[in-house]
Each structure stands twice: as C-alpha cells, then as structure tokens.
C-alpha cells in the first residue's frame, strides 16, 4: 500500500514539473486593448475605461507603433527602428533582407528615411506642400474681381463721411455713398505710401489672397467725390493734391494670434505626420495662410507684424501670447495681413537691425503653398521682380506717376530675398521628399 501510495505522489510530481516547464518556456503575449467580445456576457479583456486613457491602441496601418518590430513568435518586442517596417517584416529600405533587424543604414540616412515617412500625410501634405484636399477647405481670400470692383467703386462714387479710425493720427475712415467703407491711408512721407502699394501689388504677383484690395486716390476737395468732406479734410488737415490709399475696409473681424509652432525658440513648422493629424480643419487653414505670411513678410520685411511680437519680448515674456499685430480674422477663418507700410522701404533701411528676426521665421517654415512656391520659383529664375512689380504698378494705377517707382536698390534686395526663400523650399524638399 506505502509502495502504491509512492508511485503515484512521484507521478503527479513528474506531471507538475512537466507542465510548469512548458509554462516557463511559452512567450508572454500582450493583448489588444480593442479585443471582440467573448460570447454574449459583455466581458471584454484588456478594454480600459475613459479615464485611463487611450495610449495604447491596436496596431494598423494607419496607427503603426512607434519602435516595434516583429519576433519570431509574432509577438511585438520594443526595439528602436523608428519606421512602420515591422508591418512587411525585416526589410530596409534598400531591399535587402536584416537578418539581425538593424536597419543597415547609417543614422543619417535613418532620419532621412524618417522624415520622408513624416511627411506622407497625403490628407494634410504633399511632401512640402499643403494638399490641394487641406486647400480646398480653406475660405477663399480677395479675387482679381474684387480689385476690379473696388477701383471702381471709388473713381466713381462720392464720400459722405470722413471720420477717425484705422489706425494712425492721420488716417481716417471713410463711409461712400452706398454705406461701403474704406480705410484712408494719409502719410506725409511718400515711402510709407509706395510700402504700402508696393507691398499689394507683391501679394498679387505671388497669387497671396489675403492683402485686401487698394488702390491709389488723390485728395482734391473740387472734385464732386470729396466736396462732401471738405469740412472733415481741413480738420485732418490733409493738404489738396496729396496722394491716398484708399483700402477695403473688411468688417466683423477679430485679433488673430500666433500659432504655437512659431511662439517658442523652438519654432518649427515641418510635414510631421504625427503633427499634421493632430490640427483640426481651421487650425490647418491658419497654418497654411500662415505660411505664406512668413514668406510674405520676409519678402517685403515687414517690421510692424510678427517681428513687432518677436522684438517686444524682451521687455514683455508673454508678447508672443498675446494677438499679432496687424493681423486679423475673419468670422470664416480668413486671415487679413494689414498695415503693409513698412515693407519694402522702411523695412529694407533696417535690415541690420532686423534681419536675424526675418530669418529666424523663414527657417522654421518647411511646409508650403505649391501655388506660392511656383511664383518664387518663376521669379527667382526669370530676375525680374522689380520690372514686373513697376509694370503691374503703372498698368493698374492712373496715378502711377504721382509716386516714384521702386527704385532699383530696393528691387535687388527684394530679388535676393526671393532668391532666400526659393533656397529655403529646396532645403526642405532635400530633407523631406
């Protein structure tokens, strides 16, 4: 009986250890946290609750896993690859087959590899350049038509009121016969008058859309269009004979701020996917109107718009917190880039001052309108932005010869900064594309 009772404890010993020797050697898989119901008791396994977050979620191709590669288990072990290769097994770029599951690339070329993959986010991105799908669902700006109307509208209709508002001591607001409104723009320095009208008819020639329509006007209370203000006048005390800038006054619109890719010291705007899908419709559409700001106001040297941010911090930490200057919105999301003054002229005496500000924002940009990049492109290849800004200049203004040209100092320093932007798109295409 003690013989039999032995026999049988030394077999269920033997059995024990089998078995925990092969639960030893089994791997340790990890479980999706979206795994399908079991039965119909409504127990799901590894579903975590709202409040726990949802950080891990399960592998596709469409949310691969940061630095993961398959074992030969097929279960998911951590390894630093940095690339979505796990998802057609070992292999680098190159085509050849990792045994050892390194990349076989040099770290270089790794961040190369990396960057292109960022930037395939063809939603949102085409390598460098904002999808038409992201463009198409930004609101429209000015039209070639709007010009047209506006020009129009004050040859031919009279101003019935001229009160203060828009900006500076001696500009005004002015209310036309059909109630439209304009902003008068009055400046005793001619400069200021060509930064202005130099700088709308730049945006034009690089097909930006968001410089409202303007146009030149010249103050004369005789004519039946201003008889009506003559009072207004002699209290602005404008002289007779003095060249404006009458501009389309846009209303309903609301400070703009400053995206948070370009507030820090840090600031950077590249096709990262993991940064694209995160912005929302109109965060998208002020990215991409900011993106032709930053070139805009490079071109032009606009000191009186985000540089005026970027100075004013060192006296106040919380200015670029605070709304851009000369920046607005409208109630569909459009941006309004105001008070162009300062660009072209003004701007261009204070490159030594200002110039590392400029920069600073040109290089933090690698993401681009194609329709902008195609005229950088054109005009930094044909050389001939000063002549065509001049030509545009006298065949849309009858006062053209009321205010001197840009002279050609300024149109050299205009075509290098365009020959900076174009260096700059083909920088980021070598990293990205």
Same mark, same amino acid.
């Given at each position: 009986?003690r013989r039999?009772?032995?026999?049988?404890?030394?077999?269920l010993?033997?059995t024990?250890?089998?078995?925990? &020797?092969?639960?030893i050697?089994l791997?340790v898989?990890?479980?999706p946290?979206n795994?399908?119901?079991? /039965?119909?008791s409504?127990?799901?396994? &590894?579903?975590? =609750?709202?409040s726990?977050g949802s950080?891990?979620?399960q592998?596709s191709?469409?949310?691969?896993?940061?630095?993961v590669k398959?074992?030969s @288990? &097929?279960?998911?072990y #951590?390894?630093?690859?940095g690339?979505?290769a796990?998802?057609? /097994?070992q292999?680098d770029?190159s085509g050849?087959?990792q045994?050892?599951?390194?990349?076989g690339t040099?770290?270089a070329?790794?961040?190369?590899i990396?960057?292109?993959?960022s930037?395939?986010?063809p939603?949102?991105?085409?390598?460098?350049?904002w999808s038409k799908t992201?463009?198409?669902?930004?609101?429209g700006?000015?039209?070639?038509?709007d010009?047209?109307g506006?020009?129009?509208k004050?040859d031919?209709t009279?101003v019935?009121?001229?009160?203060t508002g828009?900006g500076?001591? +001696?500009?005004?607001?002015?209310t036309?016969? %059909? !109630?439209? +409104?304009?902003? $008068?723009r009055?400046?005793?320095?001619?400069?200021?008058? +060509?930064?202005?009208?130099f700088?709308f008819?730049? *945006?034009?020639?690089l097909?930006?859309?968001?410089?409202p329509p303007?146009?030149?006007h010249l103050?004369?209370?005789?004519?039946d269009?201003?008889?009506?203000?003559?009072?207004e006048?002699a209290?602005?005390?404008?002289a007779?004979?003095?060249? $404006?800038i009458f501009?389309q006054?846009?209303e309903?619109?609301? #400070?703009?701020?400053i995206?948070?890719e370009?507030?820090g010291? %840090?600031?950077?705007? @590249?096709?990262?996917? %993991?940064?694209?899908?995160?912005?929302?419709?109109?965060?998208?559409?002020?990215?991409?109107q900011?993106? %032709?700001l930053?070139?805009?106001?490079?071109l032009? !040297?606009?000191?009186?718009?985000? $540089?005026n941010?970027m100075?004013?911090?060192?006296?106040?930490p919380?200015?670029?917190n605070?709304?851009?200057h000369?920046?607005?919105?409208? *109630?569909n /999301?459009?941006?309004?880039?105001?008070?162009?003054e300062s660009?072209l002229f003004h701007g261009?005496?204070?490159?030594?001052k200002?110039?590392?500000?400029?920069?600073t924002?040109?290089d =933090?940009?690698?993401?681009f309108r194609n329709?902008?990049?195609?005229?950088?492109?054109?005009? @930094? @290849?044909?050389?001939?932005? &000063?002549e065509?800004l001049?030509?545009?200049? =006298?065949?849309?203004?009858?006062l053209?010869?009321h205010?001197?040209?840009?002279?050609q100092?300024? !149109?050299k320093?205009l075509?290098?900064?365009?020959?900076?932007v174009?260096?700059?798109?083909?920088?980021?295409?070598?990293?990205?594309?």
């Open positions: 009986m039999s009772n032995a026999v049988i404890m030394a077999g010993a033997f024990l250890g089998f078995v925990l &020797g092969l639960v050697q791997p898989i990890t479980l946290l795994e399908e119901q079991f /039965g119909d409504g127990f799901k396994i &590894g579903v975590r =609750s709202e726990e950080a891990r979620k592998l191709l469409d949310n691969p896993l940061r630095l398959p074992s @288990h &097929g279960v998911v #951590p390894q630093n690859n690339t979505n796990y998802l057609q /097994g292999t770029y050849s087959q045994s050892d599951g390194s990349s040099s770290p070329k790794e961040a190369v990396r960057n292109r993959e930037a395939k986010s939603d949102v991105v085409d390598g460098v350049f992201t463009e198409r669902k930004c609101p700006g000015f039209t070639e038509e010009q047209k506006w020009k129009n004050i031919k009279k019935v009121k001229l009160e828009c500076r001591m +001696q500009n005004r607001m002015a036309f016969k %059909d !109630a439209a +409104q304009a902003c $008068v009055y400046r005793l320095n001619t400069d200021q008058i +060509q930064g202005e009208i700088s008819y730049l *945006s034009k020639l097909g930006i859309d968001n410089v303007s146009s030149l103050v004369n209370t005789i004519d269009r201003w008889r009506t203000v003559t009072g006048i209290n602005s005390k404008w007779d004979d003095k060249v $404006v501009t006054f846009v309903g619109l609301k #400070p703009s701020y995206p948070v370009f507030r010291e %840090d600031r950077k705007l @590249h096709p990262k996917q %993991d940064l694209m899908n995160s912005k929302g419709p109109e965060d998208l559409c002020d990215l991409v900011w993106s %032709d930053i070139i805009f106001d490079y032009t !040297a606009n000191l009186d718009r985000v $540089v941010n100075f004013n911090k060192q006296w106040n919380n200015m670029m605070t709304p851009a000369n920046l607005e919105r409208t *109630s /999301g459009r941006l309004i880039f105001l008070d162009n660009g261009y005496r204070l490159l030594d200002y110039a590392s500000y400029h920069r924002l040109l =933090s940009l690698c993401v329709s902008t990049a195609r005229a950088i492109e054109r005009l @930094h @290849h044909s050389g001939s932005v &000063g065509e001049n030509k545009m200049f =006298s065949q849309n203004e009858e053209y010869n205010i001197p040209r840009l002279p100092k300024n !149109a320093i075509q290098q900064r365009i020959a900076d174009y260096e700059q798109i083909q920088t980021c295409k070598k990293q990205y594309v």
